[in-house]
Structure formats: C-alpha cells, structure tokens
C-alpha cells in the first residue's frame, strides 16, 4: 500500500457523476466496497448481461499517471492495463486474475476484473485458518503461486509486491489468483534502482547496494511468502533482520520445506533458484 497522503477526488459510486452513470452502469452493477487504498477503490459488482460476478477497480488518475507502450505495439496505455493485457496473451495463466474490459474516464482508470466466488484473500483465510496452514494445503497454494509468477515473468511482467493480501483464494476448489498490478513494471534484465512493494518482502540486494533484479526478487518473495504460510508470520521484521538473513524456520516445518525457503531465501540473488528449480524441487516432487 503507498503511504501518500490521499488527494483522490470522491470515489465514482460516492459521488453523483454523470460520466459513471453514462459509460459504466449501462453495463455493469456496482454494489458494496472491498477494498481500498490510498489511490484506488474495488467494488464488488456484477455485469448486467449475464450476471457474472466481477470486482470494478477505480484508479484515480490524480496518482496514477504512469503510462506505457506495450512492446511491439502502438497504443499507450495506463501501466496496469497494458501489464494485465500481456498477461492476457494465450495461453493464459488461470492463477492470474483476468481482465475483463477498462474504462478510461475523466478523473479515473476503471478496471473490470473477475471475481471467483466464493473467495478471500490469502491473508484472511490464513487468519480464519488460525494463523497456520498444513504443509499439504501450503504446497498446493505455493505450486498455484509459482505458476503465476512464472507466467508473468515469462510475459515480460514484473510483479514486485507477491503478498499472501495480493492472492485470492477460491475457499471451494482452493484455485488461487494472483491480483494486483499496481506496484507492477515492465521486467527487464538490467536493475532496478527504486522499490515498489512491502517492506518485509523486500530483497537484501536493494538494502546493500540499492538495485535488484526482477527474477531473483520475485524468488525471494515466494520465500517469505511460503515462510509465512507455514510459520504464521514473515521471517524479517525489519532492514537489520533482511540484511542479517537468519531465517528463524518454525520447528514444525519439514526438512524438504525448510529447504526451499532457504533456498529462496539465499542473500546472494545468484545463487537463488529458478522457478524451474522451485517447481523440481523435492518439496513439489515428493508428494505429487
């Protein structure tokens, strides 16, 4: 969440604005909210034709001014439009929230999103599990987890803010959707030198020297994330605790997990695992 004061204008369904009503609820039934952020707004809804459940995310333009070309193509678009529609080039991932269709009004950036029912994020569901999920549930998340942040990267996206508030989870079928575009970028190989993302997730190499890489960074985020789902809290509470790198593993934790959260979780970002490596790793291989 960027903590900068809000200077947003009045949300669209907060506000009597003609430009909502004309463009998007001839389309679209917005109801209650769920979430917001400094920036943005996410409301539940619906898509009036057939009824399909969609979450309606506004983005006001105020603070996100961002925008790209899509390589290779022409019209420039708002940041996490153009990384979500990348992402939408088949074969799709279905661990990735799709985009349905967005909006470009006049203070606003409306993106239409599905939204798998029922559903709650990752963080929740932990809680309502008591903080702490078997290491066979963990596994079947993680694998679902990993096959996002692969296919993004694999798409030239780049994440950079893999959090268990940032991963929907379907409570029936347990199919997990990564979310949230919003901290994302365009990945490239050489280093980035500002950090876009939550403090305990972010890499020692940006508190060392500054620049990160966008593959080893996304890896050491699937290494907190696993660490949280299995211990109940992250590893690093604060910079010293990231710089130090002694990963305080829960005696509960099996070997094989352990294993790969310091593998993850290597400081030197050369010698962390591919996602290839992740997925091949004994963890995955011994129970599938």
Aim: charged share 20%; aromatic share 10%.
């Amino acid at each position: 969440m960027n903590m900068i004061p809000n200077t947003n204008p009045h949300p669209p369904l907060l506000s009597v604005n003609q430009e909502w009503t004309e463009v998007i609820a001839s389309q679209y039934t917005a109801s209650e909210l769920l979430g917001q952020g400094n920036f943005s707004y996410v409301y539940a809804g619906v898509r009036n034709v057939d009824w399909k459940q969609v979450a309606i995310k506004c983005v006001a333009k105020t603070v996100y001014s961002k925008n790209i070309t899509i390589p290779g193509g022409t019209q420039t678009l708002p940041l996490e439009v153009a990384l979500m529609q990348m992402l939408s080039v088949p074969p799709r991932s279905r661990n990735v929230v799709e985009l349905l269709e967005w909006f470009d009004l006049s203070d606003w950036v409306v993106l239409v999103l599905e939204r798998p029912s029922p559903c709650s994020d990752l963080q929740e569901f932990c809680i309502c599990n008591n903080g702490l999920l078997s290491e066979s549930l963990v596994r079947n998340i993680m694998w679902q987890v990993v096959q996002a942040a692969r296919h993004c990267c694999n798409n030239g996206v780049f994440h950079r803010d893999i959090r268990p508030e940032n991963i929907l989870i379907n409570t029936d079928t347990m199919v997990v959707k990564l979310i949230d575009f919003g901290n994302g970028d365009l990945l490239k190989d050489s280093p980035y030198r500002t950090f876009a993302g939550t403090p305990p997730y972010c890499p020692p190499e940006w508190l060392h020297e500054g620049k990160y890489l966008g593959r080893p960074s996304t890896v050491w985020n699937l290494g907190v994330l696993l660490f949280y789902l299995v211990c109940g809290h992250v590893p690093f509470m604060n910079s010293d605790q990231i710089i130090n790198g002694i990963i305080p593993i829960c005696h509960h934790v099996s070997k094989e997990c352990s294993d790969l959260i310091s593998l993850c979780l290597k400081k030197d970002p050369r010698s962390r695992p591919t996602f290839e490596d992740i997925i091949r790793h004994k963890w995955f291989t011994m129970q599938l």
